[in-house]
């Protein structure tokens, strides 16, 4: 290619300056000299011509291939129907046709999923704008996307592209397309444990019947199933039934032929919060370890503590008139009778049946487990006599009963086999080593176990410490009255505090201590699964995906009790896990996926700033059938249109890289400068000389 270029010997200003002197020099010689003024306008011509130091160039071009963009959305709408077809046929197609034009064009093609962007929908543009980030805007000759129009990123003009070149959507999906979804307008994340909470949420459907059948689960047991109108908000109250988390699921029936079930259900949990704790705690009498359990009951701030010792027995007769005594009467029929349901925990710490209970209160009591409530008995020497209240109607909700021996002499508590997989005793602080690295205590009450499991064993391998389900409640059993040398540090003490504290949190039914328990965390695209059990293989854990798809997960042995597992997760929404008669759910991505709230194929989102390009949007497949027809691909040199009806354009910019340059001047530099004002000079004297033979003759 051949090519004039100028490189001036004076700045520029000067070269401008001298060519607007010579141009106005120029013209009035002309206007008086005529002729010779012709002359002179051609030095001053020379003279600018040759100040501007022209040269000719000679590149040596190679062409360069036009880059065409190609993404691919592959996001959660883009697997609904028909989508995930026809998009693999779509870019099968391109590759093949792009690749019949790699003469002229380099395609490069990148792929989409909605884990881009932290889950916050499909980010099409920002995956275009990092595959053309090396490429010179000039060369772009298009851009060409594969989506089902839900996009979430677009730009709000062209300016914001970063190329000039058109843009063109092929879009998947059909019109007319059916689909219901629950909308959750307001869900409450916490609740007081006995109350109601009121979701507010709606039914939002496209082409369907305007009433649905919505089906209401807690923590997997059915609550109740309605019909109710889509479109239009209610609120659906919900009793928080126990502390920590309650797993509201709700599902709405789908339609025929509907783009998606993945968004008929939603799920929440609503973390039930007690306003307090209450425990009743009754000491038999004054000994060393009451403090212990005062102490640690005080200590946590959501326990209201009830405390009532036993300091003058009925049968004890001093002879000081009732008048005069100090002493709070024990208000029985108050505790055992009128308010026995309000409290979360009952402890009997060394307690005899010393005629201030009637039988009927043991009766209550009883009841009172059997209906949900909570006992615990910390026992002495007294369990063991005649006064044991192991021999009232007590009797049949404790899982041991004592068999008359108290055994004193020291020993270290043992966790059993049992105990090493309950939360309770599982990993206490120095069980790790044989034997126990805690101290030792120094007193354990005989007792055979009927019913119940044994966590920790003492002396010649007797209970220590029993738990026991009884009805819709829960009883546990301490049968030693030492835990207090452990606090105090003899011979260096022990877990005290997790040991107490953990017993008495399963008591009351913290979920982190169930025996039984299925668990989901999501961690970035995978999904931890924590099972929990008594027993020794609990099975592989059934994960159905947000599409339906189910699969099953082989756990792995941890720690005794706990059972692992890690699973992709492919896609973003909520699934749902199960083992046996537990369920467990977690949400991978948003709570809301943007992807599941809009899931309808739409040509409209990206036509304003196509057409801008004057690029296209159209779809690919016609009817309701998957066939996929593409349009032809053509490559157009120039005009204002880059589509028509059954084809799109992509710019040809002509771009060429320069792989050599020779350049010959056309002067001389300063040389030809110096002939140049010779050239002049010489000019100027032949005006001269005629100048002087003419004056002679005028003379004459």
């Not at 879009?171 to 059916?178: C, D, L, Q, S």
């Not at 689960?217 to 109250?237: E, H, I, N, S, Y």
């Not at 599941?596 to 040509?603: E, I, K, M, P, R």
Request: proline share 6%; with cysteine.
């Amino acid at each position: 290619m051949l090519s004039l270029s100028f490189t001036p010997l004076v700045p520029t200003l000067v070269l401008a300056a001298v060519a607007v002197l010579a141009a106005v020099a120029a013209l009035v010689s002309i206007l008086t000299r005529g002729v010779t003024g012709i002359v002179r306008t051609l030095a001053l011509a020379c003279l600018v011509i040759a100040l501007a130091n022209p040269s000719l160039v000679r590149e040596e071009r190679e062409p360069m291939k036009d880059i065409v963009a190609v993404v691919i959305d592959r996001s959660t709408s883009q697997t609904l129907g028909p989508r995930a077809t026809q998009t693999n046929a779509a870019v099968e197609e391109l590759r093949n046709r792009l690749g019949a034009m790699d003469r002229q064009i380099e395609a490069r093609f990148a792929t989409v999923t909605d884990n881009a962007g932290g889950g916050d929908g499909t980010r099409l543009f920002s995956a275009l704008s990092d595959l053309l980030a090396d490429v010179p805007s000039e060369r772009v000759a298009g851009a060409l996307l594969v989506t089902d129009g839900v996009v979430h990123d677009i730009p709000g003009s062209t300016a914001l592209l970063g190329f000039n070149a058109p843009l063109h959507a092929l879009v998947t999906g059909h019109e007319g397309e059916r689909d219901r979804r629950i909308a959750l307008l307001e869900a409450p994340r916490f609740g007081l444990v006995g109350k109601d909470q009121t979701i507010r949420l709606m039914v939002e459907e496209r082409g369907g019947t305007g009433d649905a059948t919505l089906t209401v689960r807690r923590d997997g047991q059915l609550l109740r199933t309605l019909t109710v109108a889509t479109g239009r908000p209610f609120a659906l109250p919900i009793t928080i039934d126990h502390g920590g988390p309650n797993v509201v699921e709700l599902e709405v029936d789908g339609l025929d032929g509907e783009l998606t079930n993945a968004n008929n259900r939603a799920v929440l949990t609503i973390e039930g919060i007690r306003e307090k704790l209450r425990v009743l705690l009754i000491s038999g009498e004054p000994h060393a370890g009451e403090r212990t359990w005062r102490n640690l009951l005080k200590s946590d701030a959501n326990v209201d503590l009830v405390h009532f010792t036993i300091l003058r027995p009925p049968e004890k007769q001093d002879g000081t008139p009732i008048n005069e005594l100090s002493l709070i009467a024990f208000p029985t029929r108050e505790l055992f009778q009128q308010k026995i349901s309000e409290f979360d925990l009952i402890i009997f710490d060394r307690y005899a049946n010393q005629s201030i209970l009637p039988n009927i209160y043991y009766d209550n009591i009883a009841r009172y487990v059997r209906e949900g409530g909570a006992l615990l008995v910390a026992a002495g020497p007294e369990f063991a006599t005649a006064g044991s209240i192991a021999r009232t109607a007590l009797g049949p909700v404790l899982p041991a009963a004592p068999d008359g021996r108290v055994l004193e002499a020291p020993y270290k508590a043992e966790v059993t086999e049992t105990g090493h997989r309950h939360p309770v005793t599982r990993a206490l602080p120095g069980s790790e080593t044989n034997p126990p690295s805690w101290g030792e205590w120094l007193r354990l009450v005989g007792a055979h176990v009927d019913t119940g499991s044994v966590l920790l064993s003492g002396s010649e391998e007797r209970p220590l410490l029993v738990l026991l389900r009884e009805g819709e409640g829960r009883v546990g059993m301490l049968l030693s009255d030492h835990a207090w040398l452990w606090a105090r540090g003899y011979r260096n003490g022990g877990p005290h505090l997790d040991l107490l504290r953990r017993l008495a949190h399963w008591l009351m039914k913290e979920p982190a201590l169930e025996e039984e328990a299925l668990r989901a965390n999501a961690r970035g695209g995978e999904i931890l699964i924590e099972r929990q059990t008594m027993s020794d293989a609990p099975g592989p854990v059934v994960v159905t995906s947000p599409d339906g798809t189910t699969r099953e997960v082989t756990l792995s042995g941890g720690e005794p009790g706990l059972f692992n597992a890690v699973t992709p997760a492919e896609q973003h929404g909520l699934y749902r896990l199960t083992s046996g008669d537990l369920a467990a759910f977690v949400n991978v991505g948003p709570e809301n996926p943007r992807e599941l709230t809009d899931v309808f194929s739409d040509t409209e989102r990206l036509r304003p700033l196509a057409e801008a390009t004057r690029g296209s949007v159209r779809r690919i497949a016609s009817g309701m059938t998957d066939a996929v027809d593409l349009p032809r691909l053509t490559l157009v040199s120039s005009g204002s249109r880059f589509s028509g009806g059954d084809w799109i354009g992509l710019r040809a910019s002509g771009s060429a890289l320069v792989r050599g340059v020779s350049v010959m001047p056309l002067g001389y530099g300063f040389l030809g400068l110096a002939l140049l004002l010779g050239a002049v000079l010489v000019v100027w004297l032949v005006e001269g000389r005629r100048r002087g033979l003419s004056e002679p003759d005028a003379a004459r």
